[in-house]
């Protein structure tokens, strides 16, 4: 079955601590996109890549990287300068700018 | 003002009612709309797509466009209870823009 799966489910992180979450697509899009979602707020992009090798910054990319070595992988990394990293984090990936986009069943990070 | 407004709720409805959500947005430009359903703890799923103003329907749902008010609708029609979920609207001009979201709770 094509999809977006994301790992690991839950996610703790330590102060000081980077952690990495993954998402991985079989798809063939070449769109994928971060999305942090806090209760009540919406979804709130923080990176997107519309082609491998290249990522833009999102409304909220401050204390997040991205990498895109790959078509089908888009990892995010929650640096320790990210304050308030507890959410739920969302990847998404499209075919076309027209077309909608397709999720993952997300990554719920929190702090220890 | 944000560019999709959407009612946050929650909405609390008793099984078999018709439910509608509603979304307003401010940017003209927009020309395609979605809804998708969220359940707790997992990721959005597509619902309803849809490009042009009038009704759109599958099954129990039908998505309303009416681009000259900018307001966008989802009806849900004979409600079940598996139908308790976060309804999302979106939109795309170029980039997708999302509702905050309206929490559906369907009662027994």
């Known amino acids: 079955d094509g999809g977006i799966t994301q790992s690991p489910k839950y996610l703790f992180r330590k102060e000081g601590q980077n952690v990495t979450l993954s998402c991985e697509q079989n798809?063939?899009?070449?769109?994928m996109y971060w999305y942090r979602q806090d209760p009540g707020q919406g979804l709130r992009l923080i990176y997107y890549?519309?082609?491998?090798?290249?990522?833009q910054k999102g409304d909220i990319a401050e204390g997040y990287s991205v990498s895109r070595e790959k078509k089908e992988s888009f990892p995010l990394t929650v640096t320790s300068a990210q304050k308030n990293p507890t959410a739920f984090y969302l990847c998404?990936?499209?075919?076309?700018?027209?077309?909608?986009?397709?999720f993952g069943d997300g990554t719920r990070l929190s702090i220890l | 003002q944000k560019e999709v407004e959407q009612d946050p709720g929650p909405l609390s409805v008793p099984e078999g009612a018709i439910v509608s959500l509603n979304c307003t947005y401010s940017?003209?430009?927009?020309?395609?709309f979605m809804w998708y359903r969220q359940y707790s703890r997992k990721g959005p799923e597509l619902l309803m797509y849809?490009?042009?103003?009038g009704n759109k329907e599958d099954g129990r749902f039908t998505a309303q466009v009416d681009k000259s008010s900018k307001y966008i609708s989802l009806f849900i029609r004979d409600s079940q209870p598996s139908d308790s979920a976060t309804y999302l609207c979106?939109?795309?001009?170029?980039?997708?823009?999302f509702g905050a979201g309206t929490r559906l709770t369907v009662k027994p």
């Open positions: 940017n003209s430009a927009f020309q395609y």
């Open positions: 798809l063939n899009h070449d769109a």
């Open positions: 979106a939109m795309i001009v170029n980039d997708m823009r």
């Open positions: 890549s519309q082609i491998v090798n290249d990522f």
């Open positions: 998404a990936s499209r075919s076309t700018l027209n077309q909608p986009q397709h």
């Open positions: 849809t490009y042009s103003s």
